[in-house]
Every structure is written in structure tokens, then in C-alpha cells.
């Protein structure tokens, strides 16, 4: 052998040895190519109790943040802290931090960054009520991934998001938040955006984990008002307030996050039967649980625990994996574990959760956010477009008397009027944290874009409460100055969201005076409302020739009005919750439970009508849509076979125009009392005028006629059902 070759062969062999002893010694964990699984023993193994205690906690960081102080609060935060609330959406400074984590803790574990990304980051679309007036599921999908990204690129990694809190009573803040009265729609929509956040693969670049809140019950809050009690009896937590959930951990969601409220007397942050019980074993959810914020402190306020430390011992042993910013479980758990009080399978198997969802995101092989130049970030205009296609369908004509809409091309003096018609500041909407005012359009710049040829007078008229009327001349001249009088009213973005609860769901006097004197100029008027909840409508309706509910748009809310307006775009949206006559009905929602005297007068109201001003499922479009005979393709069958019903609708109008069918069934003898009618199944299509589409319906007697009795359990029952569509209700029979 030539000697150079000896050489080489001594150093190949060398390098060779190096090779293997450096794989020897790289952990497993931190093998890309290892199972996830195998990756989170091996690091568990190797984890001290302090350093597993640490992934339990979430701080939050980053309020009021300069780059003065990032330095001395980098150093403040403990080394190995588990997850950050990240209030500051810099990617540079969100690196900064992970690299104190990536070099200086022991075992080099990955800080997992929350926020509240709720309808957008930058490119802030409508709120979550308003996305479900569209029906249109693959839109949200669509706009949770540019939310996604927007949060990648700003060093967030997960959103606590979607709310899917079934909520009646419309004077509780957070219905805005969530996907109205209706079960089926909320896991729809929960649906939609998991999909849309978490992405085929949590480990995609611009993937980010979602968490399904406020697990569960929330929206049952007593009075409307926000953190009450909340009695939710065994049923309707099986029958409204949990299949949300179940369907959006079927679909994959990452975590949970718990509730402030209680279900009847033991609070959702420490109720075994729904954290432990049902989540982690029936439904075998694999990721973890977070507390709401300081809600394992409250447990104490709320009368179930002695003090902080049993709290914390509360929450953890029922299935709170994380706590979120009350730094109790870090205080008091190595206490809990040595007294065992807490074993230490139960730690292993709460850090094992979070570790899990940090590997299935790739934070242990990609720790540090990418840093992209902030136009590169936000607000792309392909995105901003998109927001804008959600947010024309998210608009609900509730009102067009005598066609007055959509106006005529030939218009030539508008006035614009009203407190939201310049806005920059509500129209976004609560949870928007991020939005720079600057982006978001006004109603007024839209309109002036769309009406090019005419002349706008705008006028305040009046602030959104108060009692000041000073301006109401310059509204009164300014209408009397014009053809049609667009009036836009609504609610401050403080007035919904959390903690917003309001004893009565009309707008403030002043907004309503306004328009009961521009109503004497004898001008037809629009009413644009732009509010976070049902409003009550009972003394603004008459007066009005046309309502536009245009809720909480986000950025884009200008364009898509005017395009409404103008008749460019031909609204589609339907209510996904109710709007009562008057506060005095509420809980008014569809799928009430049949009762004792439904018939005739008994058990109405004396002093106004039973009927709510506009149903669940209400909204107008500018061309009619006729429907055919619904056809069954069987009308019995046996509870394990399935059948279809279709039903044609014809677009009779003379525009094109999107209808959504929705499919209710109800089950008028049953051995439980069952809803009035339920809503199963929706589809929306677009029709050209003169043209029709087939509508479909499978019914699969196991998923859609079954109810669950107090324990989960489901069952069908053999006896008569009805199917109900547009105004039909068609019977058949399931047989045994
Ligand atoms: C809210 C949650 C929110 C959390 C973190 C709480 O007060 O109830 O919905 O995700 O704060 O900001």
C-alpha cells in the first residue's frame, strides 16, 4: 500500500471514529429523524423536576417593550421558562430570547410563544361572528393561514384561537368572538380555522399550533356577564357546549385552553370529568391544556380551593397542563411533588404534552423565527384582497324595502352620517392588538372610491354615546342637501370582546335620536351597522329603508360596503345568530327545545311580540331565489342505513348571486325533548341568473338524528323524523 493511501486511510478512520463518538453523543432528542415519541422520552429522562416544572409555566413578555430594556428583561425570565405570552410581534426580539433559551438553559428546550392572533394580525379581518354569517368555511380557512404566517413572521407560534363557546345571549361581550347560537356552526367554523392555523402539518413553515377556548361552557355565563357562574346542566354540555370541541379535536387541534366560568359548581380550570374524563380519554387528546389567564389563582375567588397552592394542586391534578401567567404551579409544585400530593407520572405525562407539541411544531429543530423586512411580513396585497372576498360575504342586508338598494349609478349627492362612517379606530373590532389604525379603511374612503361620480356629505351627527346633539344640524343640512342618507351607527370595539358585557344591547340614545331626526328630512335612509353583538332594533327598523350588518370588518371594511352598496357585489350573508326584538327576550335563539304550549298566545310576552326582530338564518340578497319540492331518496330506512335529500334552487332574480341552503332536522317524539329543529348541514353555491343548482343533503342517522343522553352516550331512536329546508318540512320514518 502506497503510504499516501495509508495516510488517508488513518485520518478517514479518524474522522470516521469522531463521527460516531459525536452521534454517540448528540442526545436523541435532539435527532430530527428520531420519533417524536422516542425524542420526548429521552428528553424526559434527562430533565430535572425544576426544569420539567419550568414547561408548565407560561409568562407573559414584551408589554411595553423598548429596545432600551430587552436586555435586562431577557435576563429576568428563568431559564427553561416553558411558553411566553409574546406581546411585541418582533421577530428580532422573539430570537433574542429563544437564543437565552437555544444556549444558556441545560438542556437547550425551546421557549413555544403564544399570542391572541383572533381575526388577523396585520391584515385584521372580520370578527369570528361575522365569519359565520358567510357559510363560506373555506374563506376562514384561507384567512387563518395568512393569519398563520403573519405570526410566524412575528415570532408567535401559537394562537389562542378559535373561540368556539356557543353563546345565546347577545348582552355577553365575547359573542363576537365566537360562532353564535348554533353548535354545529361553531365546529364548522372551529373546523375551518384549525385547519387554517395548524396547516397539513404543524411543522410547516407557516404553520402555528391553535387552541380551542374557553373549554367549556363559557358562553353559558349567567346574566351575559363575564367570568359568572354557569349552570350548565349534564345535557346541555353533551348536547351544545362540548360537539365543538370534539369535532376540533378530531380535527387535530393542538391544545385547549380552559374556562373562567364554572359548570355547575366546579370550575371548568379544575373539572376533572371534562379535562380529564373526556378529553384525554375519550377523546384520547394528546396535546395540553392551558389555563386561562390567572384563572388557577381564581379558583380561590371562586370558592373550591383554600389557597394558591391548592389551586394549583386543583387545576394540575384535573388536567391543567400549563399555567398561564399566575407563576403558581413553578412556586408551589416542587412543595406538591415532595408532600405527594402530585406524583411524578402525572408531571412526566403533562411536560411529555407540551414537549410534544413543541417537537410536532419543529421548534426543537427551528427554534429562531425567520427575520423578513416588515413589508414582507403584513399586508400583502393577494391577502389584504382576500380579506376583503371574506368580508363582502360576512355582510348581512337584513332589511331592503322597496329595492332601495342597491342605489342607482346615477346618484349624485350621498350623505354620509354618523359617528362609524370615518372610523379607524372600532370597525377593526376587540382582540386586534397589532392593527396599525392608519390600515384600516373607512366606510367613507370606500363609498368615495365606489360612487365616484357623485358627491359625498359627510357629517359626524354625533359621537357613539353621550349626550351631546351639537352636531345634529350639520347631519340634518348635509341629508337635506342629498338624494339618500347612509347612516352609520354601531358600537365602540370596547363595548364586545372581554369583560364587555352590556345590560342592554341598543345603541346609546344619542345614536338612536340621531336618526329619528334625519328620519323627518322624509330622505330614504341606509342604516350601516357596525357592532360586536345582535343589536336591539325594535325603535331603528321602522325608520329605516335598508339595514347593512356589516359587524366588526377589520382593515378592509370600506370597499366591500360600498361594493354592496353600489350593487357590485350581491350580498350573501345569513345571521348566525339571532337578533331579539328587544333585550327583555333574550335567550331568543333557534334551536330552543320544544315546550310545554307552543301554540296560540299562552306563554308569550304581554307587552311584545314572542318573535325576535330577525331569525337565525335571516339574510337578503338582491336577486330571489326559488325553491323546488325537496325529494328523499327514501322515506324509511333502518338507523344504520343512510339516505339523501336534494332540493333544486333556481336563481329567479336577474343577478348572479350565492344562496346557502341549510338542512335542520327535528325529532318531534324522542324520549328526551330535543331541539325545535337543528341545524345539520350547509352548502353554498353561486347561481347565474336565469340558471339552478342542485342542493344535497346526506343523512346519516348515527351523526345527524342521533342525541346524546346525559353521560355522552349517543343513541338513535326509531320513530318519525323531519327534515326542514328554506320554508318545507318533510317527514320520514327511521325504522328498527
Ligand atoms: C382571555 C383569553 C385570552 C387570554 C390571553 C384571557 O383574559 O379570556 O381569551 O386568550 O386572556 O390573552
Not at 385547549?256 to 375519550?282: C, H, Q, W
Not at 349627492?413 to 379607524?424: E, H
Request: aromatic share 10%; proline share 5%.
Amino acid at each position: 500500500m502506497k503510504r499516501t493511501t495509508l495516510i488517508s486511510s488513518f485520518f478517514v478512520s479518524i474522522g470516521l471514529c469522531f463521527t460516531l463518538l459525536t452521534v454517540a453523543q448528540t442526545p436523541l432528542y435532539k435527532d430530527k429523524n428520531a420519533p417524536v415519541e422516542k425524542r420526548i422520552s429521552d428528553l424526559l429522562k434527562r430533565m430535572t423536576l425544576e426544569e420539567k416544572i419550568l414547561q408548565l409555566n407560561q409568562y407573559t413578555f414584551g408589554i411595553n417593550n423598548n429596545p432600551n430594556n430587552i436586555g435586562p428583561e431577557v435576563k429576568k425570565l428563568p431559564n427553561g421558562i416553558g411558553s411566553l405570552i409574546y406581546f411585541s410581534a418582533d421577530p428580532v426580539l422573539r430570537n433574542q430570547i429563544q437564543k437565552k433559551a437555544m444556549e444558556e438553559s441545560r438542556l437547550c428546550i425551546p421557549i413555544l410563544f403564544g399570542f391572541d392572533i383572533i381575526h388577523g394580525l396585520r391584515t385584521v379581518y372580520p370578527i369570528s361572528i361575522a365569519q359565520a354569517c358567510s357559510w363560506n368555511p373555506d374563506l376562514v380557512t384561507q384567512l387563518c393561514a395568512v393569519a398563520a404566517k403573519e405570526s410566524v413572521l412575528s415570532g408567535v407560534d401559537w394562537t389562542f384561537s378559535p373561540m368556539i363557546d356557543v353563546a345565546r345571549d347577545p348582552r355577553w361581550g365575547r359573542v363576537s368572538e365566537g360562532y353564535g347560537e348554533d353548535p354545529y356552526t361553531n365546529a364548522v367554523f372551529g373546523v375551518a380555522s384549525v385547519k387554517g392555523y395548524q396547516g397539513k402539518n404543524l411543522s410547516d413553515s407557516y404553520s402555528i399550533a391553535a387552541c380551542l377556548k374557553h373549554y367549556v361552557g363559557y358562553g353559558m355565563s349567567e346574566g351575559g356577564r363575564d367570568y359568572r357562574y354557569s349552570d350548565v346542566s349534564a345535557q346541555s354540555l353533551w348536547e351544545t357546549y362540548l360537539p365543538p370541541y370534539e369535532a376540533c379535536v378530531k380535527a387535530g387541534a393542538a391544545t385547549l385552553m380552559s374556562g373562567f366560568n364554572d359548570i355547575s359548581g366546579v370550575p371548568a380550570t379544575a373539572n376533572y370529568y371534562t379535562l380529564t374524563e373526556i378529553l384525554k380519554k375519550r377523546w384520547k387528546h394528546d396535546g395540553f391544556v392551558v389555563s386561562d389567564w390567572n384563572a388557577v389563582k381564581q379558583l380561590v375567588w371562586q370558592g373550591v380551593a383554600k389557597d394558591e397552592k391548592e389551586s394549583g394542586l386543583k387545576a394540575f391534578m384535573a388536567g391543567v397542563e400549563m399555567d398561564m401567567k399566575d407563576d403558581i404551579y413553578r412556586v408551589h409544585f416542587p412543595a406538591l411533588v415532595a408532600e405527594k400530593k402530585i406524583p411524578m407520572k402525572n408531571i412526566d405525562d403533562a411536560v411529555a404534552r407540551v414537549l410534544r407539541v413543541k417537537f410536532r411544531l419543529g421548534l426543537f429543530d427551528e427554534p429562531y423565527t425567520k427575520v423578513v423586512e416588515e413589508k414582507e411580513r403584513y399586508l400583502k396585497p393577494e391577502d389584504v384582497a382576500l380579506a376583503q372576498k371574506l368580508t363582502e360575504e360576512t355582510m348581512v342586508l337584513l332589511k331592503n324595502k322597496n329595492n332601495t338598494l342597491p342605489l342607482s349609478a346615477n346618484i349624485s349627492k350621498i350623505a354620509l352620517i354618523g359617528p362609524m362612517a370615518k372610523d379607524q379606530e372600532n370597525i377593526v373590532g376587540s382582540w386586534s392588538f397589532n392593527v396599525k389604525t392608519a390600515d384600516a379603511e373607512t366606510l367613507y374612503d370606500g363609498i368615495q372610491k365606489e360612487f365616484k361620480n357623485a358627491t359625498i356629505n359627510y357629517a359626524l351627527g354625533c359621537d357613539f354615546d353621550g349626550t351631546n346633539e351639537a352636531g345634529f344640524a350639520e347631519a340634518l343640512d348635509k341629508a337635506n342637501e342629498s338624494e339618500v342618507i347612509i347612516l352609520c351607527l354601531g358600537e365602540k370595539k370596547t363595548w364586545s370582546g372581554e369583560n364587555a358585557s352590556r345590560s342592554t344591547i341598543a345603541l346609546p340614545a344619542i345614536q338612536e335620536k340621531l336618526m329619528q331626526e334625519l328620519k323627518k328630512t322624509g330622505k330614504p335612509i341606509i342604516l350601516v351597522l357596525s357592532n360586536g353583538r345582535p343589536l336591539e332594533l325594535v325603535r331603528l327598523e321602522p325608520l329605516a329603508d335598508a339595514i347593512v350588518e356589516i359587524w366588526q370588518p377589520g382593515i378592509a371594511g370600506g370597499t366591500p360596503l360600498a361594493g354592496i352598496l353600489s350593487g357590485r357585489v350581491n350580498p350573501s350573508a345569513k345571521l348566525a345568530i339571532t337578533f331579539p326584538l328587544t333585550t327583555g327576550q333574550i335567550p331568543t335563539y333557534y334551536n330552543m327545545r320544544q315546550c310545554a304550549r307552543p301554540y296560540g298566545t299562552e306563554g308569550n310576552y304581554q307587552d311584545i311580540s314572542t318573535e325576535p326582530l330577525y331569525w337565525f338564518g335571516h339574510g337578503l340578497s338582491y336577486t330571489s331565489f326559488t325553491y323546488g319540492d325537496a325529494k328523499l331518496s327514501a322515506t324509511k330506512i333502518t338507523k344504520s342505513q343512510k339516505m339523501t335529500v336534494e332540493v333544486t334552487v333556481a336563481n329567479s332574480g336577474s343577478v348572479k348571486g350565492k344562496e346557502t341552503v341549510l338542512w335542520y332536522i327535528s325529532d318531534p317524539a324522542c324520549s328526551i325533548s330535543r331541539p325545535m329543529k337543528e341545524l345539520k348541514y350547509f352548502e353554498k353555491k353561486e347561481i347565474n341568473a336565469g340558471e339552478k343548482a342542485v342542493y344535497k343533503f346526506e343523512i346519516d342517522p348515527m351523526r345527524d338524528l342521533s342525541f346524546t343522553n346525559a353521560t355522552g352516550k349517543r343513541f338513535v331512536e326509531a320513530g318519525d323524523f323531519y327534515v326542514h329546508v328554506n320554508n318545507q318540512k318533510i317527514k320520514f320514518e327511521i325504522v328498527e
